[in-house]
Structures are given as structure tokens and as C-alpha cells.
């Protein structure tokens, strides 16, 4: 988005003068927020007020202790003039969100700033109680609200946030957060698409077979099992970060980057999405989940989840869209296979003659971020012969942004383009919401495994799962010129299922 489009979309509101993060004392602050603040003051772009609310009892001396704690836990202190303006930046409100005074104290806090930008880094059920509480104090005007996932719990009541947030805030001051779109390597996914004219002919369901999204953590709940166990993981990461990367694979070029534009042909993939079936989803859960703390002795919350996805449009149509993700994987990965479609003709007695065999686009997303073109290419000698190799086309960059410092930034300023709007997420869950109540047993599978065998037919007519390889054969080398010396693939061997 060019800077006049920013300058336009933020006219209403204008840019933040202040930046007001309620849960100022809780966890997604110390990993994630006060770190992205303390890189925007590095770079300059934070130069407003930031004003912490929490329930803690705390006074802002503690709360100074807390960033300059958090940050040296997320790397290291490398330039203490950034850190003691961020300090200097920082004021506390101490309250409970259910008091009208905890919102009057904010307000004297915030002073005469026009255009606060308020962060709710709270938990879901606070939500509406927050932005009731903004409106009745007269703190909504000229301000934007950035909510944090989940966004609702189903269609119900996502439609009934966005009607409550929509009734305090306009639609263009509400910036719904996935930190997923901030990643680089999920922006390039959309760059990549329409930047290169090549493979637009080929980006259709005459030659891609099929596309694959695989979000694997070999991680569990890590202490959050009571969070985990309300919310499984269909809500925790499908419905939003992986329906979002379908959403950019899948979409029509928009009309410019404008925010509008983006957004609304986001929502048309979502409203072409087939609702769910029983029989479209697979869950399982990992042996060991219900010892976790937090976790009911006989829960039925799925830690993996695998889907049959069909898009109902002229593009997409009868092209299988298969996600899964779930925690306990053998490998943290997140991946993005591309299949296309053998040739019509078998002419090499060992070239592909299956889907499972031809040629695919695979996009490393995390870890390790790179793309990858995997084409075949024959052997030297008489004989005609070749194996599959992979062209790596873009290899992980030192100096990436990280995802919140982005979307805080973009937020302050009204850049909405990587935030949900409001028919965006009420299309998603409404793709889910048939198979959230109705839905099979979550079938076990052991830790350190591809999940529960059930989901083996979801992915059987397209040659199986692709599964993420972390390994890469020809890391480091370089060829002359700094292009890299390509081998057989991420690993020797491993480019072929």
C-alpha cells in the first residue's frame, strides 16, 4: 500500500497520538508487545505516549521492570536509548475492566490525544466488556480498537461481537489482529502470485491438482492447557491463520492494493468455501493430552485436525484443498504445497504418471523461509532418465520485520490491508460452524507422529500428505555470482513421494 493510500484510509481517525494496550501485565505483552514496541522505538516509529491497563495491583515502576524484562528475554538490550525512551513513553493504568472508574483514570491518563489506537491483549470473554466500556467513557471518538484473536467462538458469536464493536467503533476503526498475515514469508505468498506473470496461466484447476497446507508444531500446550482446551485446534489456528493462506492463494487479482479492494476479494474466497461436513474433518488428539494441567480427565478437544476444503468458483472448482495442523508433530513447520497436474502424456519411462509424483511449488512459511520450484531434469548419459530436483527461489533474510512490530505499526497508522474485516470472519466461521458441534471422535495418535491414521484418506487421491522436511541438502552453498548450487532437494532423496 502506497503512502497516500495509508494517509487516506487513516483521514477519518488520523494517525494514532497515543497507544493504549489493555492486558499490560499479561503474557502476550511480555513475548510479544513490549519487544515490537521497543523495535519501533529503535527505528523511530513509535514516538507517542503508551498507555498499559491491567488488573494487577501494580503501580508503572513495575511495569517499566516488566518491558525491560521482557525484551532482554525475547533477545538482548542492543541500543539503551531506544529502551529508555520506550520507558520514558510508558504510563499505567491500574483497574478492573468492569469499573466505569478504571476507565475514567484512562482517560485522564490519555489527556489530549485525539486518536488513540487501543490494543485488547485480553482474553476473548473481555472482549465486549472493554469496548462497551471505551464508548460509554467517550473514549471511541476519533479512535481505533485492535482486537485479538479468536474473533468470536463460532458465527454466533462472531456476528454478535462484530455488531457490538460496529456499534462503538466504525467498521474502518476496527482492526481484527491475525499475526499470521504479518509474517514476511505469508506477504510473499501474495507478491509472489501476482508479481510474476508466469505462473498465473498455470494457477487454476486445469494444472494444479491439488494444494496442501500443513501447520505442524512438535511443541503441546505448553502450560495453556485450560485456554487450549476451550478453544481445540479448528478455532486456535485452522479457521484463521491457515483459511487466511488459502485466502491468499486462492483469491482473484484485486482492483490496486487498497485496502477495500484486498479485503473484498479475500471475502469471496471465504463465501466460495463449501461449509463443512462431518466427513470433510478429521481430529485426533495426542496420547498424554488430558494429563496435561488445565485439561478436563476426559476432554474430547482435538490438539490435530485435518480437512477436505472444496472452493465453489470457475477457478477452483473440484481442485482439493487439504489442511491440517495439530501439535506433537515430529517437526515445527509450516508449508504450502502446490501439486500440479502430471503430463497428458507418459513419453520417459520414469517420468511422473501419478499426481503424487509431478512437479509442485512448495512454500516454506516458517521455519526456515524459503520457495521452492521442483521440476524434473535428466541425468547425464544415453539413457533418458532424470530425477526431480528443486530451484530454490528465495531462502530465509536476516533483518525481517517481526509480525507484531508490522501490524502495530500499520494499525496506528489506518493501514488496515492485513486485518480481517467484518464479513471476512463471519464467511470463515461460517465454513466451520456446520462441523464445530457435529463432528466424529477425535481419534489418538502417539507424539512425534503425522497425527491419527484416519486422516490418510482425506489425502489418498492425490498421492498422500506432503510432509515437511526441515533439513536442506545444499545449505550453504553458493555458486558463482552468489546463486545457490541446487541439489535434489530440502534433503537427498526427498524431493519424491
Known sequence: MTKSEIEMAAENTGPADVFVFFGATGDLARKQIFPALYAMAKRGTLTVPVVGVAHSGWELPQLRNRAKEAIQQAGRIDD????????????????????????????????????????????PMLFGTVVKKLGAAGLAEGARVIIEKPFGHDLQSAR???????????????????????????????????ANSVFEPLWNRDHIASIQVTMAEAFGVEGRGAFYDATGCLRDVVENHLFQIVALLAIEPPVGMGTGALRGEKAKVFRAMRPLEAGDLVRGQFSGYRSEPGVAATSGVETYCAMRLQIDSWRWNGVPWLLRAGKRMPVTATE?????????????????????????????????????????????????????????????????????????????????????????????????????????????????????????????????????????????????????KQQHGLVPGATQT
Do not use: C
Open 80 to 123: 539503551r536509548k531506544a529502551l529508555d525512551r520506550l520507558l520514558s513513553l510508558l504510563r499505567y493504568v491500574d483497574g478492573d475492566y468492569n469499573s466505569d472508574a478504571t476507565f475514567q483514570l484512562l482517560k485522564k491518563a490519555i489527556g489530549d490525544a485525539r486518536h488513540p489506537a487501543h490494543y485488547l491483549a485480553i482474553p
Open 160 to 194: 454478535a461481537l462484530n455488531g457490538l464493536a460496529t456499534s462503538v467503533f466504525g467498521e474502518e476503526s476496527i482492526f481484527r489482529i491475525d499475526h499470521f498475515l504479518g509474517k514476511e514469508a505469508v506477504e510473499n505468498l501474495l507478491y509472489f502470485r501476482f
Open 336 to 484: 504450502v504445497v502446490v501439486q500440479f497436474r502430471p503430463p497428458p502424456q507418459r513419453l520417459f519411462a520414469d517420468s511422473a504418471s501419478s499426481v503424487g509424483e509431478s512437479n509442485y511449488l512448495r512454500f516454506r512459511l516458517a521455519a526456515d523461509p524459503a520457495i521452492a520450484l521442483a521440476a524434473r531434469v535428466k541425468r547425464p548419459g544415453e539413457a533418458s532418465l532424470g530425477d526431480q530436483r528443486e530451484l530454490y527461489l528465495q531462502d530465509a533474510e536476516d533483518g525481517v520485520e517481526p509480525p507484531y512490530e508490522r501490524l502495530l505499526e500499520d494499525a496506528m497508522a489506518g493501514n488496515g490491508a492485513l486485518f480481517s474485516s467484518e464479513d471476512m470472519v463471519e464467511a470463515a466461521w461460517a465454513v466451520v460452524d456446520p462441523v464445530l458441534k457435529h463432528h466424529s471422535r477425535v481419534q489418538p495418535y502417539e507424539p512425534g507422529s503425522w497425527g491419527p491414521k484416519g486422516a490418510e484418506r482425506l489425502a489418498a487421491a492425490v498421492g498422500g500428505w506432503r510432509e515437511p522436511v526441515m533439513a536442506r541438502a545444499d545449505a550453504g552453498q553458493r555458486s558463482r555470482g552468489g546463486a545457490r
